[in-house]
């Protein structure tokens, strides 16, 4: 008996170490994981940290400045639902930069270190000037998602950059003029010449070249070239086009945004307009965030970008401006309206100056305009 009870004994503290041995295993492991990956990363001249790495760095620098991408409305709510989230993080301050001159002075400010912030919003325009002049410092972001050390969507990396905004190009009609039965389904509508003289087209190629690279760059230039021959209403900008819409003068818009739609509609949900979103999509990303160079907080510049990539973020975002949050997050307008329609969108740097080559050709080549026009 008292060899028997001497065996189940043994036999315990033999499955004891080994458990124990294998908790050690995997914590060895996962160790081992995390440094071949900073190995690796470093390999690459990238930075690969971990989340406790990132939560001390933070927490020891306190502040934060940063220049995001999306409206200037709606930075106060964002920055508030940032500083519940992340408490130590005291000091927020914030600047905006819009349009092309103002971009190109601040990446010369930035160059000259004349300005100083922590998170950049990098126009993808002018991504060579960012990256001829070193102004993104080389995190591996992608290295990161993977590990689990940033909980960010993955398709959101872009090289050392996130974004974490798009925008949709969609068909928006008015029920003035369109009856039910002849609402437009996909993209092939608009050359339907029931619409002839009666749909509207920016004249900026870029809301059609959205649609690259679920189409061919021959694709579109053939549909383009379709769509002039339609004899469309040439228009610029988006907002000015909307009461031409619900007045019924216009019947259709091919290449509307849909934030800008739908901005209508939350204005006046009565408005005579609706929206299709055709398949393929058209889709562009947008608020593309990296860490500056010379950051002083990057650590905090770090969760400041998980942050607005996330669920909870993005509500945030979608409430000042629906239709801009990411269709890749659950919950967003954008991820609703698209579903299971296929999404046309870059998924690299050199799809996105692909994407603008198409967006020009379209202009020059099949509507005869000069390159100003984009």
């Known amino acids: ?13 033999i499955c004891a170490c080994l458990l124990l041995s294998t908790v050690r295993a995997q914590v060895f492991a996962q160790s081992f994981d995390l440094q071949a990956l900073k190995q690796e990363a470093a390999k690459r001249k990238q930075i690969f940290l971990t989340r406790a790495e990132i939560l001390a760095g933070a927490k020891k620098e306190g502040k934060l400045k940063v220049v995001p991408g999306f409206t200037k409305e709606g930075i106060p709510d964002m920055v508030a639902a940032f500083k519940k989230k992340y408490p130590f993080i005291k000091n927020i301050s914030w600047d905006v930069v ?4 103002a971009t190109q002075r601040e990446v010369m400010a930035l160059a000259a270190g004349s300005k100083q912030t922590d998170v950049l919003n990098v126009s993808t325009a002018v991504l060579d000037s960012y990256v001829d002049r070193h102004l993104m410092k080389a995190y591996d972001f992608q290295g990161m998602v993977q590990a689990g050390e940033l909980k960010i969507p993955l398709k959101m990396v872009q090289g050392v950059m996130v974004w974490t905004g798009n925008s949709i190009s969609i068909i928006a009609y008015s029920t003035l003029v369109v009856p039910p039965e002849k609402a437009p389904k996909n993209w092939n509508d608009c050359l339907d010449p029931q619409w002839k003289g009666k749909v509207a087209v920016d004249t900026r190629g870029r809301y059609l070249a959205r649609v690259y690279p679920a189409w061919t760059a021959e694709q579109l230039l053939d549909f383009a070239k379709k769509l002039k021959n339609n004899d469309p209403k040439w228009v610029r900008g988006q907002t000015s086009t909307m009461p031409r819409l619900t007045s019924g003068e216009l019947a259709l818009f091919c290449g509307a945004n849909l934030h800008s739609t739908n901005r209508v509609l939350v204005k006046d949900p009565s ?5 299709v979103v055709p ?17 002083e907080n990057p650590h905090a510049g770090l969760l400041w970008i998980e942050f607005t990539a996330s669920k909870e973020g993005q509500e945030v975002r979608d409430s000042f401006n ?17 579903g299971t329609t296929k999404v046309s969108v870059c998924a690299d740097l050199e799809c996105l100056s692909k994407q603008r080559e198409v967006g020009e050709r379209i202009i020059v080549e099949a509507w005869k305009f000069p390159k100003a026009g984009r």
Do not use: C, Q, W
Not at 1 to 13: G, V
Not at 98 to 101: I, P, R
């Open 271 to 275: 408005a005579p307009i609706k929206i």
């Open 1 to 13: 008996m008292k060899t028997k009870r001497l065996r189940s004994t043994i036999l315990l503290f």
């Open 279 to 295: 398949d393929p999509v058209g889709m562009t990303t947008g608020d593309h965030a990296a860490i500056y160079t010379k950051a």
């Open 322 to 338: 629906p239709g801009d949050g990411s269709y890749l997050v659950e919950g967003t307008l954008a991820n609703k309206l698209v």
């Open 98 to 101: 819009t349009g092309s001159v």
